[in-house]
């Protein structure tokens, strides 16, 4: 005896509602993801700078290490959307060099704070500077379209012009020519 073909149907209804169900799960969980991604590393950067504000150098250079890895991994999940992998990219090298600038002063006071700062300060501020100024040629070469990320663009852009003047009296300061 054949069975309607609208029992077949009902029967095949809540399977396929159950493996929408998981698909849109799925989707949204990472969509959640690069979402949190991006609230993980925005988090690590303010840890970073409230690091700095208790003087601490050495806690802000690993929270910068860490939300410079966050933006590496941002920027592969970006990568089909240039202009997002771009501004990761962007947001790494600035992080990282920030990260080696926290490190520099963190040697310097561990050295004992005594100037002209030894050549391990100074080869640290000297690779913060030339990784920031790979950021500020990035960021600075392209336009910033509407979109979603612009606003994050125009902030890190200024943020790597800061820190183009921090890194330059750091340089100063510590004596390193």
């Given at each position: 005896m054949k069975r309607?073909?609208?029992t077949h149907a009902a029967k095949l209804m809540p399977v396929l509602c159950?493996?929408?169900g998981m698909a849109l799960v799925v989707v949204n969980v990472v969509a959640g993801q690069v979402i949190g991604n991006?609230?993980?590393m925005d988090r690590l950067?303010?840890?970073a700078e409230e690091a700095m504000a208790n003087d601490d150098p050495e806690g802000a250079a690993m929270n910068m290490?860490?939300?410079a890895l966050m933006a590496k991994l941002l920027a592969k999940s970006?990568?089909?959307d240039g202009s997002a992998a771009r501004l990761f990219q962007s947001a790494e090298t600035l992080f990282r060099s920030q990260e080696h600038g926290y490190r520099a002063m963190a040697l310097f006071r561990r050295a004992g704070g005594q100037l002209p700062a030894s050549s391990g300060v100074c080869g640290s501020l000297s690779l913060a500077h030339s990784i920031v100024y790979?950021?500020?040629s990035t960021l600075g070469q392209e336009d910033?379209?509407?979109g979603p990320f612009a606003a994050k663009t125009i902030q890190l852009r200024e943020a790597a012009t800061d820190w183009v003047i921090v890194i330059d009296s750091m340089i100063a300061d510590y004596q390193c020519q």
């Open positions: 309607p073909a609208s159950l493996c929408c991006e609230a993980e950067r303010g840890n290490g860490r939300a970006h990568h089909e790979q950021t500020v910033i379209a509407p």
